[in-house]
C-alpha cells in the first residue's frame, strides 16, 4: 500500500504541468490572435500544423523513458532532469519579439515546438509512473484522483489568477505583451518547484524490465482498447479545450468584460477567470467522486453515465440568455458540467495503466511508456485540433479580433461553439466506451492471473 506523502507527492507533478497546460489550452488562442497579433487562420494554422512533432516526439518519448535506467528509477528522473527547462520553454511561448509578422511568426512556431517537446520530455515519463507505482488497479485509480484533484488546483490558482496577474504586470510596465511574459515567469517559477517535490516525495516500487522494440509496437497496434481508449481520451480532450478556448471570447464579445452577477445582499464581476476557477473547483469535486463510483460500477459504466450527463448539460448551455438570471444559469451549468469532467478525467489514466496490464497478460509486452504516451498524444492533439477548430469556426463566422462591434453570426457562432460542438464531442465519448471491452471484472481477472504469473516467475 503507497504511502499518502507519496500519493500526494504524485499530485504534485500534474499540478506543475497543468497550471501550464490549462493556459495554454484556455488563453494562448486569444494571446496569439488579439495580444500577439495574427490572424485567427495564421493562429489555427499554427496550433495545427506544429501537431505533426507530436505524432514522433510522443512515442519516441515513451520508448526512450522505457529503456532509461537510473539509481531513481525508470521515469521519476525526467521529473528532476526538465523541470527547468518547463518553466523557460513556457516564458518564451508568452514573449513578444519586436520583429516583423514573418518574424514573429517563425518565432511563435519555434516556442511553441519548444514547448510542446518538452512538455512531452517530463509528461509522458511522468504519466508512465503511475504503471510502476502500483500494481493494484483500484489503487491506480486513487493515484490518478490524487493526480488530477491536484492538477485541477493548480488550474484554479492559474486560471484564477491569470487575468489580474497580466493586468498587474500589464500596469507597472505599460506594456500588455511584458504584461502577459511576466504572469508567465509567475506561474513558471512555482511549476519548478512542484515538479522537485513530486520528484523527491514518490518512488517506483514495480521493477519493469523492457522488451523489444518491435513486439512493444506490435503489441500496441494488435491492442483494441488502447486505440478505443486513445480515441476516447482525445474526444476527452476536444470536449474541454473546445469549452475552455471558446470562454476567454465568450467573455468578451458575447457577455461582455464588465458583467456582473447580482444576488442580492451582493454582487461580483462575471468574468472569464471566475467562471473557469469555479469550473477547476468543480472539477475537483468530480475527481473526489470518481473512486466510490468506479468502484461502485466500474470505470467503464461511469464513463458513460457522465458522458451522458454533459451531452444534456452542455445543449442547455445554447439556450441561456445574457441576463442576471441567464449568468446565475450559466454559473450553475459550468459547475455541473465541470463535476462530470471532474469525474471522467482520472478515469482516462486510470484506465492506461489497465490498457498497460492489459497489454502485459495478453503478449507479455512491457511498454508502459510507449501506452502512456499516446496519452499524452491525445491529450495535445484534442488540445490542437480543437483550439484550431474553435478559431476555425469563429472565423467562418465573421469573429473580428479586437473589433468593439461583432456580427449576430459571430456571435451565434460563440455560442454555438461552448454548447452544440461540446454536446456532439460528448456523445461520440458515450459511443467510444459503450464498445470499449475492459470491463470491471475483465480487469480482476487480468490482475489475478498476472499476479500469479509474477509469483510463479520468482518461484
Not at 451522458?308 to 444559469?329: H, R
Not at 499516446?374 to 473580428?400: E, I, N, P, R, Y
Request: hydrophobic share 50%; with cysteine; charged share 15%.
Amino acid at each position: 500500500m503507497a504511502s499518502l506523502k507519496e500519493k500526494i507527492g504524485y499530485g504534485f507533478g500534474d499540478m506543475s504541468s497543468s497550471m501550464f497546460w490549462k493556459i495554454f489550452s484556455y488563453y494562448l488562442p486569444i494571446f496569439y490572435s488579439d495580444v500577439y497579433e495574427l490572424s485567427l487562420a495564421q493562429t489555427a494554422t499554427l496550433m495545427f500544423v506544429t501537431r505533426i512533432w507530436d505524432t514522433v516526439s510522443d512515442p519516441m518519448m515513451g520508448v526512450i523513458a522505457d529503456r532509461t535506467e537510473t539509481r531513481w528509477g525508470k521515469y521519476r528522473p525526467y521529473l528532476l532532469w526538465f523541470a527547468v527547462p518547463f518553466a523557460i520553454a513556457g516564458v518564451l511561448l508568452f514573449t513578444t519579439p519586436n520583429w516583423s509578422e514573418n518574424g514573429k511568426l517563425i518565432w511563435a512556431y519555434c516556442t511553441y515546438i519548444l514547448m510542446m517537446t518538452v512538455y512531452t520530455g517530463i509528461n509522458v515519463p511522468y504519466a508512465s509512473m503511475l504503471g510502476v507505482i502500483t500494481d493494484n488497479s483500484d489503487e491506480k485509480t486513487v493515484f490518478s484522483s490524487y493526480r488530477m484533484f491536484f492538477a485541477y488546483a493548480g488550474s484554479f490558482i492559474a486560471l484564477f489568477a491569470w487575468e489580474p496577474l497580466c493586468n498587474t504586470f500589464q500596469s507597472i510596465t505599460d506594456s500588455v505583451t511584458t504584461g502577459w511574459q511576466y504572469a508567465m515567469v509567475v506561474l513558471a517559477s512555482m511549476c519548478i518547484v512542484l515538479f522537485l517535490l513530486s520528484f523527491f516525495m514518490t518512488k517506483e516500487h514495480i521493477s519493469v524490465k523492457p522488451t523489444k522494440l518491435g513486439n512493444d509496437f506490435l503489441s500496441l497496434l494488435s491492442n483494441l482498447p488502447w486505440w478505443m481508449l486513445t480515441m476516447g481520451s482525445v474526444c476527452t480532450n476536444l470536449f474541454n479545450t473546445v469549452r475552455g478556448s471558446t470562454v476567454a471570447y465568450y467573455f468578451k464579445y458575447y457577455i461582455g468584460e464588465e458583467a456582473n452577477i447580482d444576488l442580492g445582499l451582493t454582487s461580483f464581476i462575471f468574468f472569464a477567470g471566475l467562471f473557469l476557477a469555479v469550473g477547476e473547483v468543480c472539477n475537483m469535486l468530480g475527481v473526489a467522486l470518481a473512486v466510490p463510483l468506479s468502484k461502485k460500477m466500474g470505470k467503464k459504466t461511469t464513463f458513460i453515465l457522465s458522458a451522458l450527463v454533459l451531452i444534456v448539460f452542455s445543449i442547455m448551455f445554447f439556450y441561456v440568455p445574457c441576463t442576471n438570471l441567464g449568468f446565475i444559469t450559466m454559473l450553475s451549468l459550468q459547475i455541473i458540467i465541470s463535476i462530470f469532467t471532474g469525474v471522467v478525467s482520472p478515469l482516462v489514466w486510470s484506465m492506461y495503466a489497465d490498457v498497460a496490464d492489459y497489454a502485459r497478460w495478453k503478449d507479455g509486452a512491457h511498454c508502459t511508456g510507449l501506452i502512456f504516451s499516446s496519452g499524452s498524444f491525445a491529450q495535445k492533439l484534442g488540445g490542437a485540433v480543437a483550439g484550431s477548430a474553435v478559431l476555425m469556426v469563429l472565423d467562418a463566422f465573421g469573429l473580428v479580433p479586437n473589433a468593439t462591434f461583432q456580427t449576430s453570426e459571430a456571435l451565434m457562432g460563440l455560442r454555438i461553439t461552448i454548447s452544440w460542438i461540446p454536446a456532439g464531442i460528448a456523445l461520440a465519448m458515450a459511443i467510444i466506451f459503450m464498445l470499449y471491452p475492459l470491463s470491471k471484472h475483465k480487469m480482476e481477472d487480468i490482475a489475478f492471473e498476472l499476479k500469479a504469473k509474477a509469483e510463479k516467475e520468482k518461484r
